[in-house]
């Protein structure tokens, strides 16, 4: 038990390095602050604008949270809409779930047990976010005016196809290794491959504060449990997409030739182009420390920005990677605008927590050699 809770006392102090800013981030985010009116004979912005070049303007910050999954749940079989009763209804469950969570604690109720209680709350794995960091969106995400069950449009069935036989056998021998897309959580401190806990560049890249979890960083960017702004800033030559988790950056090269396939990336290498108003964004040279849900280094993904109105842009995504799934797989949603404010994610340079999990390891190496010492 004991080693446990060292592990567990590590990730909570995890979570600690960054709730602070969080929570500033997501304090504002209750509602999006209404623009100020257009003064009387003031023109109204464009609903398409666009930059001096001619190309259409997708800068700004784009709230990604959202209620759809990225595979479809299989409840909804093969129907990638909902009726808008149905999103009402499951909305509606979401909103008073969260309501719920959200009442007062009882300030003499009694500490969990060690290791948790296995609820689905805070109090499940002592040291997860309660209720009030989660920012996973409030409604399910709207293209062509239809409620989405899932972010997969292809294949139809909106779920992510079969691993190759050769993924199969990577899978199985790198058993708890995980990936640049996993959520938070996954990994409760028990880790038990071979060596898991003995340099820190074993941990995963999210755990290290180098990378946001859950493939937020793109690409694909996909949404998660909070942090979940992106800001767009666009040149002629190149276009930058500031992710709010650990603050990560992707500069995309407009009109380049890739890298040499030497030259290998976290988040690959993006080159972009314009297919009329499209931006086009082509993204290859990854390397295997990210792993996109266990794709290998020849990832290629494709994503395509399209404005449709003066709020909103268009989101789509193809991956492909035949080591990896029998078939490409393409997903799209919307990116709304927000005039909610991004803070800086200062998770790195308080990250006293990674030090703590290797502490922990050498306290539970420690206790098994003494166990073993007497069995004997």
């Known amino acids: 038990m004991r080693s446990t809770r060292f592990l567990v006392i590590a990730a909570a102090a995890a979570a600690v390095t960054s709730v602070t800013l969080i929570a500033q981030s997501q304090a504002t985010r209750g509602t999006t602050p209404a623009r100020p009116a257009a003064a009387a004979g003031q ?22 949270a959202t209620l759809t999954p990225l595979e479809r749940p299989a409840m909804f079989g093969n129907n990638l809409t909902l009726t808008q009763q149905q999103a009402r209804k499951l909305e509606d469950q979401v909103a008073n779930r969260k309501e719920q969570a959200a009442l007062p604690s009882d300030g003499n109720r009694a500490a969990p047990p060690i290791g948790g209680d296995g609820s689905s709350g805070a109090a499940g794995n002592v040291g997860g976010y309660n209720n009030f960091w989660i920012d996973n969106g409030s409604e399910y995400v709207t293209v062509n005016g239809e409620k989405r069950t899932s972010l997969i449009v292809d294949p ?30 996954t990994d409760p401190g028990l880790e038990r491959a071979p060596g ?15 990378l946001g979890f859950g493939s937020t960083s793109g690409p694909p960017s996909l949404p998660v449990l909070y942090n979940n702004l992106h800001q767009i800033v666009q040149t002629k030559d190149h276009i930058m997409i500031l992710n709010e988790m650990d603050h990560d950056a992707r500069v995309i090269r407009m009109n380049a030739q890739h890298l040499p396939s030497s030259v290998r990336k976290w988040m690959g290498d993006s080159v972009g182009h314009w297919e009329g108003d499209t931006l086009v964004v082509d993204t290859t040279n990854f390397t295997d420390k990210t792993r996109f849900r266990g794709s290998t280094d020849q990832l290629h993904v494709v994503e395509r920005f399209t404005r449709i109105d003066g709020k909103t842009l268009l989101y789509r995504f193809t991956v492909e990677d035949p080591a990896t799934w029998t078939q490409p797989w393409t997903g799209e949603y919307t990116w709304p605008a927000t005039d909610t404010q991004m803070f800086e994610y200062a998770c790195h340079e308080g990250n006293y927590a990674l030090g703590n999990i290797l502490r922990g390891a050498r306290q539970r190496d420690a206790e098994d050699t003494a166990k073993k010492g007497g069995n004997r």
């Open 43 to 64: 023109a109204k912005p464009p609903l398409n604008p666009r930059t001096t070049d001619g190309h259409p303007d997708l800068q700004g910050v784009y709230d990604l």
């Open 156 to 185: 139809p069935n909106g779920r992510v196809p079969q691993l190759t036989a050769a993924a199969r056998q990577r899978a199985a021998a790198r058993p708890n290794t995980p990936t640049s897309d996993e959520q938070e959580g």
């Open 196 to 210: 898991a806990y003995d340099d820190p560049e074993r941990r995963p890249l999210g755990e290290r504060c180098l």
